[in-house]
């Protein structure tokens, strides 16, 4: 028997392109639904983040002026404000508001099934495979956040189906429609999260290098390519134009860099080789079921994992399902590269939180289950074969369950004692002033309440004036300062604004309530002083100021003209 990897004939290639037997699907269905488990009890008993909340409150905007406003100042993309939007209607648990993120992060494992099925001569590598992507702790993570990467995933997942279908189409007619939907399922993935560029950018820097493998392959791709052209010329438009459309519209508006990912963009003058062996270490880390605790051991892995890559996606003598099987190494190392690039240049955190990150881990995880299927194909006992497989699957368990212990249970909402201390201390404002920071957090306790936009102050003062109806129809008035952030108690332009919008809203007083995102004076004597200074500015923007709470971490001020 040859071991070549040989190209699917159009003969052979509807049976090459389905893994049809109803048994690997009941079993890939079954593993899917298992890990479901563990996000809806994750989902349901951990606290949803504060970023998770800021996404709420933006797709909550009553208005579509005032949610393109609120959408316009984030760093990410439309698509999954919008089904947060949708969300909303069905209610306010945390399961509800998690649902945009845990059904497509179930999809993705049931595609990772379907992807290795088609890269993998073994169907048990292929469950495998989506079992160690279900059951991946990091990937549960995701799953259960309120934002857009897990969605983001389940789309770039998809299109990497579908550009699997066109290469196992053999360069038929029919092809062409899988192309497309590559490229429609990409442009997607872009709308939904900006780091799906890595994987769009992998896939066509990575591509042709599997074409080009095989004389008689890149032949029929050369002829298909000018047969078909405006296929692919479509599907390779469509991504880009949509990452034009956003970069004029949404990203070259954003700031260059965050200051909470400072540690994860390169600093000049400090050592890139550290910068990049550190980082990438600690994205190994987020995926690996073990961890790399030096950067010698690191060195040691990447000798053996680059040139397997390499090896596996250009040599011609192993034993592969296809002649396409390496391309998730080749795209997995393509990513990698990218992103130490994008970080060196100061536009994209590399190591940074795994979110950030996750676009790298599917197809770590194929590229690994692949290379796992050719070794386990040079096993000609059964029962080696089956000790190997076994092995592995109970390392995929042995990982979930010591993981799954360390993962964090918070259940208690953000800031639950500083509401609970601001709903004991303040009865009954006219209004409540709030900063850009603590308004997310006012959010998190109250967004089971109708929130409407009755209107915007304009320049100077820029003033958001809302109405809120709880549940049992009781009735509360917002004052929410756009250009402060966190208020500065000794800022005296807080409480000149403040002043001016007590007046425009036609009220006679209001009640700031404020955390403090930096801890503020602790000592007794410092607390005093800050006391004085709202007093005192205050009085100057003539208003009355009465200290109802204040320490380290929070403040409830009361004003009136």
Known sequence: MSTKSVAPTIENASVSAEPSRPGFSYCLLIIALAALVPMLVLGASRAISYDGYWHLFIASQNRWKQFLFEYKANAHPIVYFLVLRVIQFLGHSRLVLRSGAIAPGVAAVYLMGLIAARLCRNRIVALLAAAAYGFATVMIEIEIDVRSYSLCLFFALTAFYFLIDF?????????????LLFGLFASGAIATEYYAVFFLLACLAALPMVLLKETEIR???LRWTVANWRAALGAVALPFATMAYFYLTHIRHQPL???HLSGFYYEAGSSRADFILRNLRADLNYILPFEITSTNILLAALALIVPAILIFAFYRGLLVRNFFAGLPGLISLFIVV?????????RYPFGGFERQQSILFPFFILATFVLLDSLVSYLRAAWLRAAVLTIVALSIAASFEYRWQRTPRDSEELFSREYQTFENTVAHPDAVYLDQFTIIGFYIHTHAWKWKLDRHFREPDRIDECRLTSPSGEKMFLLRDID???FDLHNPQIYQTLANSLRDAQLTSASMFLLKQVQGPATPEALLTEQTDVRRLAAAAG???????????QAEISFSK
């Not at 208003?543 to 971490?553: C, G, K, N």
């Open 338 to 346: 990218e992103l130490i690039v994008v970080s060196l240049l100061g």
């Open 257 to 259: 860099e965050y200051g």
């Open 219 to 221: 032949r029929r791709a």
């Open 167 to 179: 290469l196992d189409r053999d360069f038929t007619p029919s092809a062409a429609r899988s192309l």
């Open 484 to 486: 402060q952030w966190n």
């Open 543 to 553: 208003l009355h100021a009465t200290i109802l709470h204040d320490d380290p971490a």
